[in-house]
């Protein structure tokens, strides 16, 4: 699974809420991709939670 942030995040904080093993936002969100694993379902979940829709799962 990859897991990217496109532009337009408005850094709310939904996705690090839904999982904070990958997902820390500052000025925008960032995804850690080495931490992907195992967390599949909380990186689906933080991806539907997204406002802005920035948050792409493949």
């Known amino acids: ?12 904080g939904a996705c690090e809420s839904f999982c ?3 997902f820390k ?5 960032q995804a ?3 931490k ?3 967390n599949e379902d909380a990186v689906k979940e933080a991806a539907e ?3 802005v829709g920035v948050i792409v799962v493949e």
């Open 32 to 34: 850690d991709q080495s």
């Open 49 to 51: 939670s997204c406002p």
């Open 25 to 29: 936002v500052e000025d925008a969100a």
């Open 1 to 12: 699974m990859k897991v990217t942030i496109e532009d337009g995040c408005i850094a709310c």
């Open 36 to 38: 992907v694993a195992g």
């Open 20 to 22: 904070p093993e990958v």
